[in-house]
């Protein structure tokens, strides 16, 4: 009785080891091929690069975006830094009908049709 009840723990033992030994080997199997197979983001490379054409434009941009300049000097336009802009429209809109009457003055000269430069004298005249 006693070779018989230690052949079977054996047997249990020996199954034991194997199932777990098998299992070991599949989840081996499974993290590796999910290793190898592992695809990248779909949007990883485009983010990359769209971080870097932004990064480009705004160092392209900043001079006009941070510094007094001329837009239009023939009808008097100055461009102002963005921070200043938005100091002004913050001052301005206290009053709203005046600012909208300044706002559409503003417009009207900014778009008006330059004048026509003089036209060429005809050198039979």
């Known amino acids: 009785m006693n070779d018989d009840n230690c052949c079977r723990n054996t047997r249990f033992g ?28 779909l949007f990883a490379e485009r983010s990359a690069e769209r971080v870097q054409i932004k990064a480009e434009f705004d160092a392209a941009n900043a001079p006009v975006v941070q510094n007094y300049d001329w837009q239009d000097q023939t009808r008097g336009i100055v461009r102002i830094p963005l921070e200043r802009a938005k100091d002004l429209v913050l001052q301005e809109w206290q009053n709203p ?7 559409i003055a503003r417009a ?4 008006a049709p330059l004048p026509k430069p ?8």
């Open 14 to 41: 020996a199954y034991a080891i194997g199932l777990t030994g098998t299992l070991l080997v599949m989840a081996a199997l499974v993290w590796l091929m999910r290793h190898y197979t592992e695809t990248p983001s």
């Open 97 to 103: 009908a005046a600012a909208r009457s300044n706002m």
């Open 108 to 111: 009207a000269k900014a778009f």
């Open 118 to 125: 003089p036209e060429k004298k005809s050198e039979y005249e």
